[in-house]
């Protein structure tokens, strides 16, 4: 029987319920059972994604951050500093604004290497203060990332495939967004979910029927047992 492919899989609008809220536990059996590497890539922070794998039960291979953190089973590399992400908080709560999250703020406690911002808050000036300081705001469409302009999904992959020996020529990746794009450059065969935007659809080898889960799932049963994506 022919291997599975290399996986490399995002969370947010590619793992989540159809309703876009929530792991969808559909996925943990097929991913659990996969036989070759699954790499989690997600702009999440980096506790969550190691989270993800440990309670699925799979190898914790990791690009978090959109590329700030990556985690390789046995090292962990950081490829940004969170400082000035952390000067462009600090300015953009002096003009008035709030990252968006509540007092406790669980989506940027555990972050490393960037700030997420809420899509509710204004991004206009946003963005102009993330210039000012040299870094980006990329819009997952679940928030407004605040980061340096250089990592991304894609280096933290091929970092990962250089330590545990992954042919990205055989892998199959599948996400939702633009911070995806990089990781859609660097695979032999690239998945857009249905929900995903235009920046993901454009730059994936097929833009998939099914939203969120089932679109991975439909993914995963199509390629399944085929080392040839």
Request: with cysteine; proline share 6%; charged share 25%.
């Amino acid at each position: 029987m022919t291997a599975d492919p290399p996986l490399v899989l995002d969370i947010d609008g590619t793992l989540t319920r159809p309703e876009g809220w929530g792991l969808d536990p559909r996925v943990f059996d097929p991913v659990r059972n996969w036989e070759a590497p699954v790499v989690i890539a997600t702009g999440k922070a980096f506790p969550y994604p190691v989270a993800l794998c440990h309670f699925v039960g799979i190898p914790e291979l990791v690009v978090a951050e959109n590329g700030g953190v990556v985690y390789t089973g046995d090292d962990v590399y950081f490829t940004a500093d969170r400082e000035a992400a952390r000067a462009v908080t600090e300015e953009y709560r002096a003009a008035g604004y709030a990252l968006g999250w509540g007092e406790e703020d669980t989506v940027n406690r555990w972050r490393e290497t960037e700030i997420a911002v809420n899509v509710d808050q204004p991004v206009g000036p946003l963005k102009e203060i993330a210039a000012r300081h040299g870094l980006e705001v990329i819009d997952t469409g679940y928030a407004y990332h605040v980061k340096d302009v250089d990592p991304n999904k894609g280096d933290g992959v091929e970092t990962i495939a250089d330590h545990v020996d992954i042919d990205l020529e055989a892998a199959v990746a599948v996400g939702d967004s633009i911070n995806d794009v990089s990781t859609f450059e660097i695979v032999g065969r690239s998945f857009a979910v249905a929900n995903a935007d235009e920046a993901a659809k454009s730059a994936a080898d097929d833009v998939l029927e099914g939203i969120h889960a089932d679109g991975t799932l439909s993914v995963l049963e199509r390629v399944r047992g085929s080392s040839v994506p």
